[in-house]
């Protein structure tokens, strides 16, 4: 993917774990890039690799091959003052809101603590005006009702967008969300990632957001791109829109196949992919060929079970890693003149 000058670059990284059955490769030569105040969705099954993107693009995890570049500077060669600005413009919202909180720290110490460490604000009076307006910004009003709380006397809902704005303190460039709604009722979740719409909107904020459900990417990605993740391989990018609306790859089929609609007319007459089988496959024994082949319902036996196929550029900024569509796609380009050929009268090609 092109983006003329991207705030964070993943270049061909890929990170290999060793475990107890042997060493498995959690994430496979993935490009990406995010400019500024831009939507950046990943989605894939649990396994899929996103969760390591997110930590190799947060700096928490040194890639095994391949760079992360911030503002073009490679993230591991960089001086410890330039990773301290990293480390402040790009912060990450975990999954968990019950986990991320101190749970013995009020949410007014929880907010001040960041402002106080890096200083864009000196002196207690100073750090709880700073913590009561970042309640604000994530709709906890009135933020004296919270400051003095502790976690546990919010609700999930309420804790999250502590979590969001805690991220919010330094003023980051970034946020990396990982599965920041997953965790949280479905009522609150629309108004959650409302709350995170508007910051992108208002503070020109860019998002990595990173979630299995295709259904919050439609919502909350709509303006964005969309990376589909399959075994630690990107199996498919483009514009949301395209994505939702006319997926490619056999596999970013069945996501989108899967997301409800708000007519269960609609629903009931969607075409619904039927996968040769649910499993997801073993890391430590990834099948030959294309990795998703034991389920893909258009194998070509003999080639996607021999060849893996590569993310190829299908137009529109977009690109595909299946041999079918490349196939397709082969089928459909005009065959050009050869060299001497006449043009009208020539030979017509087979
Ligand atoms: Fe399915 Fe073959 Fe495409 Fe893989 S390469 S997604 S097995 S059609």
């Not at 705030?7 to 993935?30: K, P, Q």
């Not at 993107?53 to 591991?76: I, N, Q, S």
């Amino acid at each position: 993917m092109t983006i003329t000058e991207p705030l964070l670059s993943l270049d061909h990284v890929s990170r290999e774990f060793s475990t107890r059955r042997g060493r498995i490769t959690a994430v496979d030569d993935v490009s990406l890039a995010i400019g500024r105040g831009d939507i950046l969705c990943l989605v894939g099954e649990s396994g899929s690799g996103k969760t390591t993107v997110a930590r190799m693009a947060a700096g928490l995890l040194e890639p095994t091959r391949g760079t992360v570049r911030f503002e073009g500077r490679d993230l591991h060669q960089t001086s410890k003052g330039e990773h301290k600005a990293y480390r402040r413009a790009v912060q990450l919202v975990h999954q968990d809101p019950y986990a991320s909180l101190n749970p013995v720290r009020t949410i007014g110490d929880t907010l001040r603590a960041p402002v106080l460490h890096h200083k864009p604000v000196r002196g207690r009076r100073e750090g709880t005006r700073r913590a009561a307006e970042l309640l604000t910004l994530v709709d906890l009003t009135p933020p004296q009702n919270f400051l003095s709380k502790y976690p546990h006397q919010l609700s999930g809902g309420q804790r999250q967008r502590v979590a969001v704005a805690r991220a919010l303190a330094l003023n980051p460039r970034l946020i990396i969300a990982d599965e920041a709604v997953s965790m949280v009722d479905v009522s609150i979740r629309v108004s959650i990632l409302n709350t995170m719409l508007k910051l992108r909107n208002e503070l020109g904020v860019a998002f990595l957001f990173i979630t299995h459900d295709l259904a919050v990417v439609k919502y909350f990605g709509w303006e964005g791109h969309v990376g589909v993740m399959y075994v630690g391989k990107l199996v498919e990018f483009g514009r949301t829109p395209q994505i939702i609306g006319r997926p490619l790859h056999p596999y970013a089929k069945a996501l989108a196949a899967a997301i409800p609609e708000a007519d269960p007319d609609l629903t009931r007459t969607k075409d619904k992919l039927q996968l040769r089988s649910l499993d997801i496959p073993n890391l430590t024994a990834l099948p030959s060929g294309c990795v998703f082949h034991p389920r893909c319902p258009y194998v070509v036996p003999g080639l996607c079970d021999e060849v893996a196929p590569r993310l190829e550029d299908v137009g529109e900024g977009r690109e595909v890693a299946c041999h079918v569509v490349a196939r397709e796609r082969q089928a459909l380009t005009p065959l050009s003149p050869s060299p001497g050929s006449t043009g009208e009268g020539g030979t017509e090609a087979a």
